[in-house]
Structure formats: C-alpha cells, structure tokens
C-alpha cells in the first residue's frame, strides 16, 4: 500500500503566502472593480538593471551558434560567476570565502530547505519567531518536529522571541542547540544584528558545537555602515556557519531565479560513530545529485551584477526601494501607527492598531482600502499583534497606498 509522509499532515491548513492569495482572489471575483495594491509578498516590480539586460541578451546570442553553444554547465556554478561572487561579496569586505566555497543555484528559498538533507534528524533546531515560514515548515516536512500547539508552535523546535520588548534581537538559548537559523536583515520584521551581536552568536555555536543558518538575501539594503553583511565577517564563523545570499531583492531575480549558498570547508559535523564529516563534500554531493546547475544564460546576467555599471544601476534599484520603506515609515508614523523596519531593510514592521489580531488587520485593509499586507502571525506566534508591509512596489503605488492608510486611521480615529 502506498504511504504518505504523513509529517505533511502536520503542517499548517496553507503555507502562509498561498493563504494569502486565497482571500485576495475571493476578494478581487467578488469586486472586480476594486484596484488592490498588493504589498504583502516581497516580489519586486521594477525591470531588470540594463547591464543585466545586455549581458544575458549576449548569453543569448551565444547560444545560437555552435562554437559557443553550452548544454550542462557545472552544477556548482560556472566559474566566471563564482569568483566575481568571492572577489566582490566577500574578499572585498576582508571575508576568506574561495569561489569552491560557493554553490550558485536557482533561489535562497530552495536552498535554506535543502540544506536539510545532509543533516542528521536528531538535531536541536532554534528559529527566530516571527520566522520566515520556509525554516520552520521544511523541518516539519522532515520529521524534525512533533504538532503545532494552539500559538502554532511546534514541539521539538526552540523558538527565540523577537518582540518590540527585546528590540527584535532574540537571547541565546537557554540550552544548547544544533542548528540555529538567523536571517538579517530580518525577514519579516527588518531588524539589523550589529557585529557585537553575530559575534556572541558565533562564540555560543563555536562553545556548543552549533552550526548558524545564516540567511543574508537582503544583505544589499543595509545602509548603516557599522552593520555587517556577512557573518564571516565575524571571527570564528567560517567553522560555524553557512550563508546564504539571493540576487532575487537586489538585481530584481525573483522571475529569473539566480541565488548561492556559501559551504567552508572549516564546517566539521559528526557522524553517527563520532568521527568529524566535513559538511563541504556532503553539500557538494547533494547538490549535483539533485540539481543540474542555472542556466548559463541567468549566471551570466548575474555576473553582470559586479561590473560597474551593474552595481551603479542596483545601487539605484536599492535606494528606489529604500525610498519607498521610508515613505511607508513616516507615512505610517504621522497617524500613530507604531512601526519597525524599513532603515536598513525593505520591509515595514507596524504594530496592529488598538486590540486587532493580525488576520484581522490584514482583513480590513483588504476590504477597507483595497490593501494587501502579511499577518505577522503568519511568521509565528511572536508575530500576532504585528504585521508586514514590502517597500517592493512602484512609488506611485506605495504613495497610493500610504494614503490610502491614512484615511482609513483617520476614519477610525
């Protein structure tokens, strides 16, 4: 007889983004006429950069003719891509990543979830809550958990509150830990981990022998120049942590999907007799087992992101970006709304109005100002009584929907 994973069975009734769409589309067939501005997943609207443009326009060209055609490329990446990543991310802030070190693949989605597979299911999981739910709902698909609690939290997994109390910066946990995912800039709530604290974080993982999840997709909107953009940045973290970046925010990838995952080979695990596992060669195997590489076509367009023009035109793209969180800031601010966010990441992160839940919010700016936002108890139970809102939008739309706002908080005052 055929059997199910039944550990999908314990998941929630929708991941958190398809529920969303769900009521935005029962929304839209019941008023066609109403014009919804959609500001709840951070996909980014503005076009490709045009160096991006015109390098993938020559990949293109390349491949009609025989002499440059490519089929297979490396399933780790082409090297053209993978050193400019070590010389510009890395190498350029005084990190030691070698281009081996680095795996480009189709999306830091992908690769935060895979990434499960070379790992041991008896390990201690710690998560940030509010969390992106990708973390939390690739481990309850791996078995790694028990069911979820009325909070929807799941047993097995130790939860690290971000609240407005503790500044959206988690304590260490209070016991040890195997894999601790962290993302910084924070996804959903927009908070920054300065040096000091990486650094208490890479001294608890190298005491405990733990290994940091780092995700950094959102790396290229931090603006204060104290704050780090990568973890190696921090002593002691090539033996403790993986990174992973996206071009998806940046570069404007999110349809073209071009992402890499870093892998030092100072990570040491252990096997099931003891002995030391470097996690390099087991990533490896994984990821050519399981996947064919990115198209030549997309890596080259991604190359393009580190020429000059590449990174005067992002650069650009980011402040477009960033401007639109600062409107939504002080949009949000001057009628008394609490908010969070938005300095050094593209995401808005505003305390519910008065006693409201955050479907419920989510509910009447849907039918109230034709607004779609994310419930911050989507992202776990630390997240009810807040709620996301992207600075990926057109200005004239993020204007639109600030004013839209504001005449809904004046209306309800």
Not at 197 to 210: C, I, N, P
Not at 291 to 313: H, L, P
Not at 337 to 353: C, D, S
Not at 357 to 386: I, M, N, Q, R
Request: a negative charge; aromatic letters at 10%; proline letters at 5%.
């Amino acid at each position: 007889m055929l059997q199910v994973n039944d550990n999908f069975l314990k998941l929630k009734a929708g991941y958190l983004f398809p529920e969303i769409a769900r009521r935005v589309n029962a929304f839209t067939q019941a008023n066609p006429d109403a014009k919804v501005i959609k500001l709840g997943i951070g996909d980014v609207t503005e076009p490709l950069p045009p160096a991006i443009i015109k390098a993938m326009h020559e990949a293109l060209d390349e491949m009609a003719s025989r002499d440059s055609f490519r089929g297979y490329g490396p399933e780790q990446g082409y090297d053209f891509l993978r050193n400019a990543i070590a010389e510009h991310d890395f190498r350029a802030r005084g990190c030691d990543v070698a281009p081996d070190e680095i795996f480009v693949s189709d999306g830091s989605k992908c690769d935060t979830g895979n990434i499960l597979d070379i790992f041991g299911d008896d390990n201690s999981v710690a998560v940030q809550d509010p969390v992106y739910p990708v973390y939390v709902d690739t481990n309850v698909m791996a078995g790694h958990t028990g069911d979820s609690d009325a909070s929807g939290r799941y047993q097995g997994l130790t939860n690290l509150p971000c609240t407005a109390e503790n500044d959206f910066t988690p304590a260490l946990p209070e016991k040890p830990v195997d894999l601790i995912y962290l993302c910084y800039p924070n996804n959903p709530t927009g908070a920054v981990a300065s040096k000091e604290t990486l650094q208490k974080w890479v001294s608890y993982a190298k005491e405990h022998g733990s290994l940091i999840l780092f995700d950094a997709a959102y790396e290229a909107f931090i603006t204060d120049e104290s704050i780090p953009h990568s973890i190696y940045e921090i002593d002691g973290a090539r033996s403790c942590a993986i990174e992973f970046r996206s071009f998806s925010k940046n570069a404007g990838f999110t349809g073209t999907r071009c992402a890499y995952t870093v892998v030092p080979k100072d990570v040491i695990g252990k096997t099931a007799d003891g002995k030391d596992q470097p996690i390099h060669p087991l990533w490896n195997r994984r990821h050519c087992t399981k996947f064919n590489g990115v198209s030549y076509i997309v890596q080259r367009g991604a190359e393009a992101a580190y020429s000059e023009a590449g990174k005067q035109q992002i650069g650009e793209l980011v402040s477009f970006y960033m401007k639109n969180a600062e409107l939504l800031r002080e949009g949000l601010s001057s009628v008394g709304i609490e908010v969070f966010g938005g300095v050094n990441a593209p995401y808005i992160w505003l305390k519910t109005p008065g006693d409201a839940t955050s479907w419920d919010f989510f509910d009447k700016l849907l039918s109230g100002v034709h607004l779609v936002g994310t419930p911050g108890s989507g992202f776990g139970a630390s997240g009810e009584g807040y709620f996301r809102l992207s600075a990926f939008n057109s200005r004239a739309n993020v204007e639109e929907a600030v004013s839209r706002i504001q005449k809904l908080m004046s209306s309800s005052a």
